[in-house]
């Protein structure tokens, strides 16, 4: 009983010291992993991906990957600094890539590495649905959604031992592990790793970065009206599921716009919503 008790006090205690506050949300967070240790593994895993997954052939559409990217980029570092909050963008070192692969997907890794898989291009239509796209991951890395599961996983499976110290004692698992958080190999509206928590929360997140960033906010909903018919009903119902149905993601999504919007329209940059791929 004395060590149950002494277990849940060192517990506490480590959830206290280890809390952070998701940006715009407020919600507190536990994430035990250094930014430090958290960068290094991203960059490393993220050269090690491209290395072994060609970039697209098709220079258009990288080039647009890029422009978007760099757009959302710069509404995520002007929203830290409005918010005084650009101490959690150190270290970060943006990059944005289109790769050759079929799947529907796209994933952010901690410090801005962002990856977009060529069979989400179509179901993007056009440049705004690639904003929502990517405003949508850029934000589960904003939110340290990562740090967030990787923490829980390492209390649930190792008692908590550090990220380093992971790799080094298992670094097979240790790997896999931190592929399946970040969604690196598994399609976009399929199982995801992330909770319906963290998925709502990247939603509205993602939502204000890319109205910010100029692109119309409505386009989302209609976005995800076009994943809905893409997925052809294989997708489980929801409670079997980490992502929202699709229905409530939309109507999630709509309640969101309002605030979006006074941000759309502050940006006073009114993109083109029409530009086809």
């Known amino acids: 009983m004395k060590k149950l008790k002494l277990l849940s006090t060192v517990l506490i205690i480590l959830f206290f010291y280890s809390c952070s506050t998701v940006p715009i949300t407020g919600r ?16 490393q895993q993220y050269d090690e991906f491209l290395n072994e997954n060609p970039p697209s052939r098709n220079n ?7 422009s978007v990217g760099f ?16 101490y ?3 270290g970060y070192n943006w990059e944005f890539n289109l790769v050759e692969n079929d799947q529907i997907n796209a994933w952010c890794m901690p410090g801005g590495k962002v990856v977009v898989y060529t ?4 179901v993007t239509k056009n440049e705004t649905g690639l904003a929502v796209v990517m405003g949508h991951e850029i934000a589960h890395a904003i939110a340290g959604h990562g740090n967030e599961r990787l923490s829980q996983e390492l209390l649930r499976t190792a008692g908590g031992i ?4 992971a790799l080094n004692e298992q670094p097979q ?8 958080v970040y969604g690196v190999g598994t399609e976009l509206g399929a199982m995801l790793p992330y909770s319906r928590l963290h998925e709502s929360e990247a939603d509205r997140m993602g939502l204000i970065f890319m109205a910010m960033a100029g692109y119309n906010p409505n386009e989302a909903p209609v976005f995800w009206e076009r994943m809905s018919k893409s997925s052809k009903g294989h997708k489980p119902p929801e409670f079997l599921s980490t992502h929202p149905s699709d229905q409530t993601r939309i109507d999630n999504l709509n309640s969101c716009i309002p605030e979006a919007m006074e941000y759309y329209n502050k940006s006073k940059k009114g993109k083109n919503t029409t530009s086809y791929f």
């Open 88 to 90: 959690m963008l150190n």
């Open 119 to 122: 069979g989400i291009i179509p």
């Open 71 to 86: 757009k959302i980029q710069k509404s995520v570092e002007k929203y830290m600094a409005d918010n005084n909050l650009s």
């Open 162 to 165: 550090g990220l380093m110290v």
């Open 28 to 43: 507190k967070q536990i994430s035990m992993i250094p930014d430090n240790e958290l960068m290094a593994m991203s960059f």
């Open 173 to 180: 698992e240790t790997q896999q592990l931190w592929m399946t």
């Open 60 to 66: 258009q559409h990288s080039q647009i990957v890029k």
